[in-house]
């Protein structure tokens, strides 16, 4: 069956880095757009970024815009994102998902994984 795993989430201070990773198994990952939200405590889950399946384009909430970079390899069946200047904020569950399309909503997305939590403190 369908997989993703995501890691490298965690605890640090405001102003520092974290890379995330969604390791995807069960599926043509090459053939499927891949995106990240985040999901805030008690509040809804948000769109973060999302990128094709060749990795040409990605497009970025305003919010991490400049300062997240969300990339790929297909060869390893695996999703990045790459967290700077991160603000507190920023604190929520990520989650990564696969689908058909690069669209902003949770709704497109067909594979979810099980998120990973990131916590910035001031």
């Known amino acids: 069956q369908v997989q993703l795993v995501e890691s490298g989430g965690g605890l640090v201070q405001a102003g520092g880095s974290l890379r995330l990773s969604c390791a995807a198994s069960?599926?043509?990952?090459?053939?499927?757009?891949m995106a990240w939200f985040r999901q805030p405590p008690g509040k809804e889950r948000e769109f973060v970024a999302t990128?094709?399946?060749?990795?040409?384009?990605?497009y970025y909430a305003d919010s991490v815009n400049g300062r997240f970079t969300i990339s790929r390899d297909n060869a390893k069946n695996t999703a990045y994102l790459q967290m700077d200047s991160l603000k507190p904020e920023d604190s929520a569950v990520y989650y990564c998902?696969?689908?058909?399309?690069?669209?902003?909503?949770?709704?497109?997305?067909?594979?979810w994984g099980q998120g990973t939590q990131v916590t910035v403190s001031s």
């Open positions: 998902a696969a689908g058909p399309y690069r669209v902003l909503t949770p709704r497109g997305y067909s594979y």
């Open positions: 069960g599926l043509i990952f090459s053939t499927y757009a």
């Open positions: 990128i094709s399946w060749n990795g040409d384009k990605t």
